[in-house]
């Protein structure tokens, strides 16, 4: 090793405890040359697989599974840290570092060598008689190469090579426009008259970002979620409102950071590559590994969503027009004034506002309340720990163990609070996966990464119910990965069917409006007191308030992803034009011509939810089933968290998810859970 190499904390082996990552040294010139140190070493361990004569599933398929081991953790820290501590400078090498993985996945996939071995040891599966996790790692190592080109002519794999390598280009670029174009834009007040009907906390916490930025006189509002939600809930200003709204929807829609030329580009790469391998649309070639399994199931159900929620839309909106008329709201209503109004017609109808709840809800109590859930449930407890380097002073980080066994289980990172340098949103990601590596099986280091409302100088972060829930959420994939007792790291953790892998995100929501889990944690910040009985009830009273008008809008997104990618994209001229008449079944507002949901959609343009934004609302009849069975035995009931832990979050993808699924609940979801759940049928 060279001297420039020992010096690169990607390429020596981590001198940390579990050798977790030392991200205190890692600078932006360590990155592509860790890449391609990781990529030599691949290919090396490839040849030597190559150069066994005789081909079997440890040193062909097992061997496989490591060779690239230290690709995927430079990767991993690469993409992460794009995401939650991004910078020009990082965001400058994203099309060369993209390139160069695309590229070495290109090598192993295309190369006729691997694959005719691989090849080898399928054939001989019946003989083999592999069982469990080896028969599905051997599957999967199969069809993955079938899939990603091993079949084609060279003439074709070089057109998938040069379409993988683009493709690796764009996805970062759209997030990044996403982002500059969130940043870009400030709402600033100087009369304090403009933020009538603020809560306090919201008006803190423009006040202290508005110091922040050197204008100590005014006030600022952003699009970062603690800032914009809390502004179209209550702000009195309506023209402040629209202002807002058409920033938020129209982020990368024209100007600078235009993204739809990139939507196109993303859309017609993915049909091509679909057709090239024998698909009929990019829709097709992802459903075939879901649970779903064909773009008609998907526009089943969903056509069975949309007939169930538009109704019960229309209704809510005809329910808020009436009571913004009583108070001489405008008519027609607008997107802007939904929230507002909707808000104000839940204050009436439940004598409830959420605000009441945010100083129940200071974030150190949550924390730890969310930790108590997961030792009563799965046995699991927390230990902060300053033993670990962080990417930001607001990242801590946690060893987990096993309570009863006082095992290690893996390691958390909580990266709570916006900043620039940070896209919108949340979500739960791996610094390592669990499984086995070339040093034996390792466990995993785990990341939740979200945009909570910020402390000011005079309070904690109290946090809204809504990012309450939202943190139970991304825990509940946490718990997915940190729970992970498999084999092969490609089969664990959330390496499961995307249609599959919010339920354990989903059903972990569920607890926030259960008395016995609110009585854990949320205790006024000041006083102690805990969260009044009343206001539990009022939060389950209006669990279902505006039910119609949410499950519509996921639909309507779900049916604009399946659009997108279950067609021929190549035709599509406008990007507006396409988008409003994929979603005209859903409107029940005048669409605003000046918006674009398309331009500023991360998930299917930016993340892995192409063709899968469906998955959704197919986890929530999943969770609504699989809550029932919690219900019916008692939230913490300890024999139905231990199946569920068993069944669903030790197993990963290491078998089909509809047999994990049957065997914590005895049988096969109802398809009806959700719908009734939400009072729409």
């Known amino acids: 090793m060279d001297s420039q190499s020992s010096d690169n904390p990607l390429i020596v082996p981590s001198p940390l405890q579990d050798q977790a990552v030392p991200f205190d040294r890692i600078q932006v010139e360590h990155y592509l040359p860790a890449l391609d140190h990781a990529i030599a070493e691949a290919k090396g361990r490839i040849e030597g697989i190559l150069a066994n004569p005789a081909a079997d599933f440890e040193n062909t398929i097992v061997a496989l599974e490591q060779a690239g081991q230290e690709v995927d953790r430079v990767s991993s820290v690469f993409y992460n840290q794009l995401s939650a501590k991004t910078s020009d400078e990082l965001q400058a090498l994203a099309a060369d570092f993209g390139a160069k993985s695309a590229n070495f996945s290109s090598d192993v996939s ?73 940043n870009a834009f400030t709402l600033w007040i100087e009369d304090e008259a403009d933020l009538a009907g603020l809560p306090e906390g919201a008006v803190k916490a423009a006040k202290l970002a508005a110091e922040e930025r050197g204008r100590a006189e005014a006030w600022v509002f952003t699009l970062d979620a603690p800032s914009y939600v809390p502004f179209m809930t209550y702000a009195d200003g309506r023209e402040l409102r629209e202002r807002l709204w058409r920033a938020f929807n129209a982020r990368a829609f024209g100007g600078e950071f235009d993204n739809q030329p990139l939507v196109k580009e993303i859309a017609a790469l993915r049909f091509q590559r679909a057709k090239l391998l024998g698909y009929p649309t990019h829709a097709a070639f992802v459903l075939e590994k879901r649970m779903a399994e064909t773009p008609a199931s998907v526009h089943a159900f969903l056509d069975r969503l949309l007939a169930a929620s538009k109704p019960a839309a229309e209704r809510d909106l005809a329910d808020i027009q009436a009571h913004a008329t009583t108070l001489g709201g405008p008519s027609p209503l607008q997107p802007w ?4 109004y909707s808000e104000k017609l839940k204050q009436h109808r439940f004598d409830f506002d959420e605000e009441a709840l945010r100083p129940y809800f200071p974030l150190s109590q949550v924390i730890d309340g969310v930790f108590e859930h997961c030792r009563r449930l799965y046995g699991l407890v927390f230990r902060p720990s300053d033993a670990y380097p962080v990417w930001h002073p607001d990242v801590k980080a946690y060893e987990v163990y096993d309570e009863a066994e006082d095992r290690y ?16 949103g949340a979500w739960m990601t791996t610094y390592r996966d669990q499984g086995l590596y070339a040093d034996g099986i390792k466990r995993p280091h785990v990341a939740i990464v979200c945009n909570f409302t910020k402390p000011t100088a005079d309070r904690p972060s109290l946090l809204s119910y809504d990012e309450v829930r939202t943190f139970f959420h991304e825990m509940g ?44 944690f949320a205790k006024h910040y000041r006083t102690g007191e805990s969260l009044p009985a009343d206001l539990v009830q009022k939060i389950r009273d209006s669990a279902r308030f505006m039910a119609g008008w949410q499950s519509l809008r996921q639909t309507a997104f779900a049916l604009l992803d399946m659009a997108w990618h279950d067609g021929d994209p190549t035709v599509i001229g406008s990007v507006p034009e396409f988008e409003r008449s994929a979603m005209a079944r859903t409107q029940v507002l005048p669409p605003v011509p000046e918006a674009n949901t398309s331009s500023g959609f991360s998930h299917i343009f930016g993340g892995g939810y192409a063709a899968g934004y469906y998955s959704y609302k197919w986890a929530e009849v999943l969770d609504a089933d699989a809550f029932e069975l919690f219900r019916e ?6 024999e139905t968290a231990r199946s569920f832990k068993e069944n669903v979050l030790e197993r990963g993808g290491t078998e089909h998810p509809m047999e994990l699924y049957k065997r914590f609940r005895g049988r096969e979801p109802d398809p009806d859970a959700l719908l009734r759940r939400d009072g729409l049928m």
């Open 110 to 182: 295309l190369d006729p060598r691997v694959f005719a071995r691989v090849k080898a040891v399928w054939d001989k599966r019946q003989t083999l008689d592999l069982k469990g996790e080896k028969a599905r790692l051997l599957d999967d190592t199969y069809s993955g190469f079938v899939r990603n080109g091993a079949l084609l002519s060279d003439n074709e794999k070089g057109e998938l090579r040069s379409i993988d390598e683009r493709l690796a280009k764009l996805t970062p670029d759209f997030q990044h426009n996403v982002l500059k174009a969130t």
């Open 337 to 340: 004034d939904v929230g507002y």
């Open 409 to 424: 289980v893996g390691l958390f990172y909580a990266d709570f609070f916006p900043r620039a340098s940070k896209r919108n």
């Open 477 to 520: 994939h946490a718990l997915h990965g940190l729970l992970s007792r498999c084999t092969y790291r490609s089969l664990g953790g959330t390496n499961v069917y995307w249609d599959f892998v919010e339920l354990p995100s989903q059903i972990f929501e569920n607890w926030v409006q259960e008395k016995d889990g609110l009585d854990l």
């Open 633 to 638: 035995k008692g939230l913490f009931d300890p």
